[in-house]
Nanobody
């Protein structure tokens, strides 16, 4: 079982920046695909960004050019740098770890962007 702990959320004005971090337990971190998802009020959870074990990266169209996902395998940590934040980015952001049959979620961190 892999445990994930997110941090870095908060309240920011539109146009501001935040950096989310997710620290994972376990020894297979470098092999896993890591993703950031979000769930806005009354909406379904959506994939924001992901990075594979080979550092192949993908982004949702809505965040392309504003968000950057990265990983530090030595620290078992994945990051999401969020710039030029918009009110529609307000959501709970979740970290996901996927490797083979292992799929784990963090508890989430709230991001609120005021207009």
């Amino acid at each position: 079982q892999v445990q994930l702990v997110e941090s870095g959320g908060g309240l920011v004005q539109a146009g501001g920046s935040l950096r989310l971090s997710c620290v994972a337990s376990g020894s297979i971190f470098s092999l896993a695909t890591l993703g950031w998802y979000r769930r806005a009020p009354e909406k379904q959870r959506e994939l924001v960004a992901s990075i594979t074990g080979r550092a192949v990266i993908s982004y949702a169209d809505s965040v392309q050019g504003r968000f950057t996902i990265s990983r530090d395998n030595a620290k078992n940590t994945v990051y999401l740098q969020m710039n030029n934040l918009k009110p529609e980015d307000t959501a709970v952001y979740y970290c996901n770890f996927a490797y083979g049959l292992i799929h784990n979620w963090g508890r989430g961190t709230q991001v609120t962007v005021s207009s």
